[in-house]
């Protein structure tokens, strides 16, 4: 059996103008858009529309407008689809949010607020440390997990082969680059973020972040969610702790695909702004099938395949 899997953006993909074509085209999206400014107590659908990126990249804004435009993006893919059958979801750090919402575990407005929630508590982290974090290409993990036991920082994403990205003080950053430079790394570069996110230095938000949830009541999966700690699925009873975990943990994003794919997996579906989940897969599993709703090309273009190769 072939089965679909979802796979929901994380923060890093965001740009000016994200889901404009998509509420100027659909009803249905500008109410989704309206119902969000309704449920933040601000115009989220101009900061997506209009920016300025210094303010659409800001943390607290940057998570509940991805988190919105993903959400957006699966509604009128199903509003396409009434019939289209997922059988997973997962997504990438802040995406992961997302992904359990789709599987009915909060109502979008939960989901919302605790990406909002969320993002602000990780840029409070940010304000209080002196944080960063670095791409490192072109090294396997071993490596680089020793660069990082050399340099006292942390694991923060492992992709793809090949594109790990660590996380820590910058001072300390800057040393494991040179070091990743001398152990034959193609690339090590800083990354354009406000801080440390997924090390110790978010220990602040994850309390935040874990005293949120206890105010949120969960409801029953629909469907598997795959864990970026665990790489595997949310066990009914565990999610807040693992919600909680991810906050400081590593992004097991390439262990999680390579679990989906054991699975039967055999199409993936990348819903929100960018196609970096897509191209993760390409180096992960070069014969399976990845698609992107991000805009009306991109919507119709897997609406069209879609109907060509119904599953």
Not at 51 to 78: D, H, Y
Not at 175 to 203: F, Q, T, W
Request: net charge neutral; hydrophobic share 45%; with cysteine.
């Amino acid at each position: 059996m072939n089965k679909t899997a979802l796979v929901f953006a994380g923060q890093g993909a965001q740009y000016v103008g994200m889901g404009k074509d998509l509420a100027d085209q659909f009803p249905s999206a500008r109410q989704w858009f309206d119902r969000a400014n309704q449920a933040l107590g601000f115009n989220i659908s101009r900061v997506c529309f209009e920016g300025p990126e210094p303010k659409l990249t800001k943390t607290e804004n940057c998570q509940p407008a991805i988190f919105l435009v993903s959400w957006i993006a699966l509604e009128l893919l199903k509003d396409r689809f009434p019939a289209l059958q997922f059988h997973a979801t997962a997504g990438l750090s802040l995406g992961e949010v997302t992904a359990l919402t789709a599987a009915g575990v909060f109502t979008f407005e939960e989901g919302l607020k605790l990406a909002q929630l969320r993002g602000r508590y990780m840029q409070e982290a940010c304000d209080q440390t002196e944080g960063a974090m670095a791409a490192i290409v072109g090294l396997d993990e071993a490596p680089t997990r020793e660069i990082c036991a050399a340099t006292d920082v942390e694991l923060a994403n492992l992709n793809c082969p090949g594109q790990i990205v660590i996380s820590g003080e910058t001072a300390k950053i800057k040393k494991a680059c040179d070091l990743a430079r001398e152990k034959g790394a193609k690339r090590a570069i800083l990354l354009p973020v406000a801080g440390a996110y997924h090390s110790r230095l978010m220990n602040s938000a994850q309390l935040k972040v874990a005293a949120m949830l206890d105010t949120l009541h969960f409801q029953k999966q629909q469907l598997p969610v795959i864990s970026n700690v665990t790489a595997a699925p949310h066990v009914e009873g565990q999610i807040k702790e693992k919600l909680v975990q991810q906050v400081t943990s590593s992004v097991c994003w390439e262990k999680s695909m390579r679990y989906l794919l054991a699975q039967g997996f055999t199409r993936f579906i990348e819903l929100g702004p960018g196609t970096a989940l897509s191209g993760f897969m390409k180096r992960i599993e070069k014969t399976a099938i990845s698609l992107n709703v991000a805009d009306v090309p991109s919507l119709e273009a897997t609406a069209k395949t879609i109907s060509e190769s119904p599953f």
